[in-house]
């Protein structure tokens, strides 16, 4: 016959008790409204493409980032916020006619683009760049409009 011991009863308890975390906080991105979701991985991926540029083409390290955002699943989005961030992803693809011809550029995002911002392309970059930011408010709007 089966022995029930206090070892056993206090490990059923221990597993019972004890809840199962997801790995990297999967399940808990995956309970964030969609708006939250995508809020949160544009941090994450805009964190990286602002420091790959320190070993990468600015160009490569715009394509990336621009098909992270791409990537994701926008499908319980509101139809503003999905589609404002589509403006956003273009208006990022849309620098690439400009920083492709600065392929040795390195540094911080931001100084790099500064560097371009105060040489021979300034005027078509920094329309280009305004748009990236005109883009983002339509996202911030959407985002506002939606909670």
Not at 37 to 64: C, M, P
Not at 105 to 113: A, I, N, Q, S
Request: proline fraction near 5%.
């Amino acid at each position: 016959m089966f022995r029930f011991t206090p070892f056993i009863f206090l490990l059923a308890v221990f597993v019972t008790a004890c809840p199962s975390s997801p790995p990297d906080g999967a399940d808990a991105q995956a309970d964030l409204p969609c708006t939250a979701r995508i809020l949160e991985r544009d941090a994450e991926l805009g964190k990286i493409r602002n420091h790959a540029t320190e070993q990468t083409a600015l160009s490569k390290v715009i394509t990336d980032y621009a098909d992270g955002l791409a990537a994701l699943d926008f499908s319980e989005c509101p139809e503003a916020f999905t589609r404002g961030f589509a403006a956003h992803i273009a208006a990022w693809r849309a620098t690439t006619s400009v920083t492709d011809r600065y392929p040795e550029l390195r540094g911080e995002m931001h100084d790099v683009f500064a560097i371009i911002e105060h040489g021979k392309d300034s005027t078509e970059f920094k329309a280009l760049v305004t748009d990236v930011w005109a883009t983002w408010a339509e996202v911030e709007a959407a985002t506002k409009a939606d909670s």
